[in-house]
């Protein structure tokens, strides 16, 4: 196992699709499988185009979906560098 947190994510989120695979669209959960996990200048973790946040309820990885105003969020719990996915939801918001 690697000690990269974006390949421990992206473990634990393939995980959750085996017992969960409506839970993703094809394209979001391919970005998932093949896209880069890596660490930016600042320290964000990504995979492809999904970003690490931290929010008030904890660890989220956040995915633009079909234009700005329109989120996948895969909740992510966190215990002594071992991942698991909680929960994945749609969110959609406006701007002003």
């Known amino acids: 196992m690697t000690d990269e947190p974006g390949e421990r994510i992206r473990a634990a989120i393939l995980a ?3 017992d969960h695979p409506d839970a993703l669209t094809e394209t979001e959960a391919t970005v998932v499988r093949e896209g880069e996990a890596f660490r930016e200048d600042d320290g964000t973790v990504r995979i492809g185009s999904w970003r690490l946040e931290e929010r008030d309820s904890g660890p ?8 700005p105003s329109r989120l996948t969020v895969v ?3 966190e215990s002594d ?3 698991r996915v ?6 959609h918001y406006s701007f002003g």
């Open 81 to 83: 560098g071992d991942w």
């Open 75 to 77: 909740h992510l719990d």
């Open 60 to 67: 989220v990885l956040v995915r633009q979906r079909g234009g």
């Open 16 to 18: 959750y699709l085996s």
């Open 86 to 91: 909680t929960g994945v939801d749609d969110e």
